[in-house]
T-cell receptor, first 113, second 114 residues
Framework: DGGITQSPKYLFRKEGQNVTLSCEQN?????MYWYRQDPGQGLRLIYY???????QKGDIAEGYSVSREKKESFPLTVTSAQKNPTAFYLC????????????FGQGTRLTVV | AQKVTQAQTEISVVEKEDVTLDCVYE???????LFWYKQPPSGELVFLIR??????QNEISGRYSWNFQKSTSSFNFTITASQVVDSAVYFC???????????FGTGTRLTVIP
């Protein structure tokens, strides 16, 4: 079935470590997004990519990095520079442009220990 | 600047009651798109509806209905005869023309009590 797969579902990180969250889609969508969700807050955009080998910073990109080497994949790295990384991370994709809805993965819950 | 406000942080209703979730938005664009998503406990956001700014017709889908009023910049969501399975966090979102982002409200947590 077509969809978006995020892994792992739960991730624990020690302070000072970098960790990478995986996002894969088989919907043939051009655009992909990473959002962060904190309790009581809406989803905030970290990075997005409209096409392979191109990506743009969102509202809260500091402490994060991404790559888009393949259309299907958009991994997010949470670096040690991110001071408060504990959150729920959601990956999304859509066909492109503002007229279409985004489809979401099941999320990765990252906890710093 | 675009903004989406969901003033109701949490709502609890008894099963079979009707419930309305409010969404108020701000945008300078004349062409824009509004969305509702449901986030069940599993975490994945489920798309419910998309509405463009030129279509103010209300929409009904089963027990769900949406009321879009440009005059008050509102896009409210009503669940009729609520069920326990409706318990979730519901997000309203806005996308402006040419924008690369969906801008989300802070969500409303709905609890349906059996």
């Amino acid at each position: 079935d077509g969809g978006i797969t995020q892994s792992p579902k739960y991730l624990f990180r020690k302070e000072g470590q970098n960790v990478t969250l995986s996002c894969e889609q088989n919907l043939n969508h051009d655009a992909m997004y990473w959002y962060r969700q904190d309790p009581g807050q809406g989803l905030r955009l970290i990075y997005y990519s409209q096409i392979v080998n191109d990506f743009q910073k969102g509202d809260i990109a500091e402490g994060y990095s991404v790559s888009r080497e393949k259309k299907e994949s958009f991994p997010l790295t949470v670096t040690s520079a991110q001071k408060n990384p504990t959150a729920f991370y959601l990956c999304a994709s859509r066909v492109g442009g503002s007229v279409t809805e985004a489809f979401f993965g099941q999320g990765t819950r990252l906890t710093v220990v | 600047a675009q903004k989406v406000t969901q003033a109701q942080t949490e709502i609890s209703v008894v099963e079979k009651e009707d419930v309305t979730l409010d969404c108020v938005y701000e945008t300078r664009d004349t062409t824009y798109y509004l969305f509702w998503y449901k986030q069940p406990p599993s975490g994945e956001l489920v798309f419910l509806i998309r509405r463009n700014s030129f279509d103010e017709q209300n929409e009904i889908s089963g027990r769900y209905s949406w009321n879009f009023q440009k005059s008050t910049s509102s896009f409210n969501f009503t669940i009729t005869a609520s069920q326990v399975v409706d318990s979730a966090v519901y997000f309203c979102a806005l996308s402006e023309t040419g924008a690369n982002n969906l801008f989300f409200g802070t969500g409303t947590r709905l609890t349906v009590i059996p």
